[in-house]
């Protein structure tokens, strides 16, 4: 019979929530720890002055020391956790708990191997010392312990001599045969004392009927109200509504700023002066002009503060208006790094309605507004030191630009060539188009967009002479298809980088307020059309060209899509969008030829067209005969017609016999 003992001194359920912190807290623990894998690829980033001086800004704000620990919410959770284990760890080491096993040569004092006779004369010593009419009572001591003990001798030396005795021990454990089992439950006696019983009630009520609901009903709503790209449904319902086919980047930067006040994203900021705001303005309007906010199809007003806030605070960015006030720059960082998520959904809208031009207007904002440069103006002013009379009189971009410098002797020449040497121009080593398995492209066929791509930055002197790729052995052509092979079916869309390559780090954004990745976007459109064929894909890590690693110094990737239905030729545009560099697209069209199967020889079709081929007394097999396509006969209509001709023989044989006796 089983009898259940609750815990009352709170050990099991001290190791119970030992245990269950361990399985949390361990790997949460590891988490915290630097990472020491090492990367197989070196990163560069930029080194001028004002991205150095950030970066250190930077380092400084996310620094933690003992007096500014700047513990998150991970970390005090991970540290709480830490602090209840030590104390449990302490409480279960110094609980004494009694555990012990019925030994009989203990009980008597006997060591073990002792002989039967032995232990006899042993006993009989015992009981003369320990026997109750023997025994004088000492103080404290009462007639039960006494006897108790006589009785625990006798029963140690019973299990050691008596046959039934001895067996109850070996198969229970206890002389006296099997005894009650007992079992530990980590729940102290509190809980399930009746007393306690409406209390108890009570707190599970809370806990499950009021809490729970709430937290759930609370994760539930609060996640169906915002989209996949991170916004509010209403803030996307806004950018449905007025992104149009012809929306201009005015429209967007005001979209932009309509979607900060609906998202309330100054709520965690401590809003300016009216004051404040409204030298910003006169300061943005004193650079932008007398339109300043105002766009052909949506309008500001003046009752709408958050809207106008954050318009000035944009404007003011891509003009690079210094803002004074400290509380306007906070909500400016805030703003800008909000902008993130609202240009996704932007995009997400465009491409929904494979809008070309709109699509490149949303991009081209995310880079005008890593560089603080208004859409449209000249790229030369994303690199420092550069006024707007400057861009005018130089024609040539930034090499013409770095030449008059070094010319003049400026000491701004180093400076701008440290940003050129690590600029991210794209170059488009190689693209085609390829399909597994096939020769040429067929109607509806997978195809895969195989593109090389490396960084060239406009410092890099081109060779004059293409690299000259080393002859390969049959063994090394085949491993080279293999690899090629396994990328096309595999599920990444870039390949591994070539050992000793470089890529981007933190590229040239001074005035961004946190290091930034580049990243670029690839995709297939028709730009007669206005039409987006294949949606872009975000690519990453394009390493710069390296002359000693040549012809190896790129990366592959790839974009799959579906082949047109149609047999023809398709003058496709291969669009290339980074997310950091302003006016470094690059744009390449490219022909698809779409074949009919006809073009494929008997060997590439194969078994190919006995397999596609269904039979004709399947329903597949009557469809495509009503199509006029090809068919397998059955194997029935073979062997009937075979039967036939048979009997045709056969009939034509008794005829010749018939008229040749009637001849005789």
Known sequence: MANYQYDDSGVLASYFILTFLTIVLVPLTFTFLPSTSKRKTQIDQCECSKCQEKRVTLKKAHSRSILKPRLGYKAVAVTAGWVLFAYLAHKVATTNTETTVYDPFQILGLSYGTTEKEIKRHYKKLSLKFHPDKVVLAENQT????????????????????????????????????????MGLALPTWVVASKNNIWVLGIYAILFGGLLPVFVSRWWYGSRKFTKDGVLGSTAQLFFKRIREDTTSSDLILLLARAWDIEDGSKNVKPASGQALGKLEADVKAVAGADFGKTPSTKTRKEDVVTRRALALLYAHMLRVHVQDSLLQAEQNAL?????PFLTSMLSIALSHNWLACSLNVMHLHAALAQAIFPGSDPLLAFPSVNKEEVKAVEGGITAYMKALEEKSDPRHEMVKRVADKWGRLDVVDSQFKV????????????????????TPPTMIPSKSEPTEPEETVEERKKQIKKEEDFLNGKTDADELFPGLTTPGSAHAPYWPQLRKPTWWVMIGDQKLNKVIVPPTRITDVPFANSGKAPNDYRTYKLQFQAPPQVGVYTFQLVFVSDTYVGEDVKLFLPLKVEDLSALDDEELGEEDEISDPDEDTLAGQMAAMRGGKVKRSAAYDSDES??????????????????????
Do not use: W
Request: with cysteine.
């Open 643 to 664: 039967s036939t001709d048979d009997d045709q023989s056969s009939g034509n044989g008794s005829s010749d016999s018939d008229s040749d006796s009637d001849s005789d």
């Open 143 to 182: 007639l039960a312990d006494v006897e108790a003990k006589f009785v625990n001798l006798t029963k140690a030396y019973k299990s050691l001599t008596d046959e039934e005795t001895r067996q109850n021990l070996e198969q229970y454990g206890h002389p006296d045969g099997k005894q009650e089992f007992s």
């Open 336 to 340: 800008l790094l909000a902008c993130q």
């Open 436 to 455: 597994i398995g096939e020769r040429i492209v067929t109607p509806g066929a997978i195809v895969n967009m195989v593109i090389k791509l490396r960084l």
